[in-house]
């Protein structure tokens, strides 16, 4: 079953049960995937829904913090609980011992030798990664390691 099927069919069963959270949710997710559609004239794949996910997280990664510096802490709960309902779409993360190990890898294989290389690294590991790897932890790793 594709991904945005199973959204569809998580979105009718969360209705059913009255689960607001999820309900908007899954929405949001759903009029993402449709603005895709009607933008690429045709199907999405499931990596371009897995891509649609994760921005949506990282913008209520980014409310959150947000919500949060500024006090508004009914907001930040509000932020927090989307988030959990969206992480179930999501590949699991790679672990601080993966992530290290993988940007290892990638710096033996490029080569890489100082910071001006840090662009290459980046992008081989959030491709070769996809949507496992939480982007500022890893350029914050990378650029330790390349320092």
């Known amino acids: 079953m594709s991904l945005s099927k199973k ?12 689960a ?22 045709g199907e999405v794949s499931d990596e371009t829904v ?13 409310s959150f ?9 009914d907001l930040a709960q509000v932020e927090a609980l989307e988030i959990v309902e ?3 779409y999501l590949p699991k993360q790679l672990s601080d011992a993966e992530l290290e190990a ?3 890898k990638v710096v033996a294989d490029i080569g890489a030798s100082g910071l001006q290389d840090m662009g290459k690294v980046m992008q081989a590991v959030l491709s070769a990664h996809k949507g496992q790897v939480d982007g500022k932890k890893s350029s914050a790793l ?3 390691r390349l320092s």
Do not use: F
């Open 20 to 41: 607001t959270v999820k309900v908007a949710v899954l929405r949001h997710i759903k009029t993402a995937i449709k603005n895709r559609m009607i933008e690429e004239k």
């Open 65 to 73: 913090d947000l919500y949060t510096k500024a006090g508004r802490d």
């Open 142 to 144: 990378v650029k330790a």
């Open 102 to 104: 993988a940007i290892d």
């Open 50 to 62: 897995l891509d649609l996910i994760a921005k949506q997280v990282k913008q209520r990664k980014e």
């Open 86 to 88: 969206l992480d179930p």
């Open 7 to 18: 959204i569809d069919k998580d979105y009718i069963e969360a209705y059913k049960a009255k």
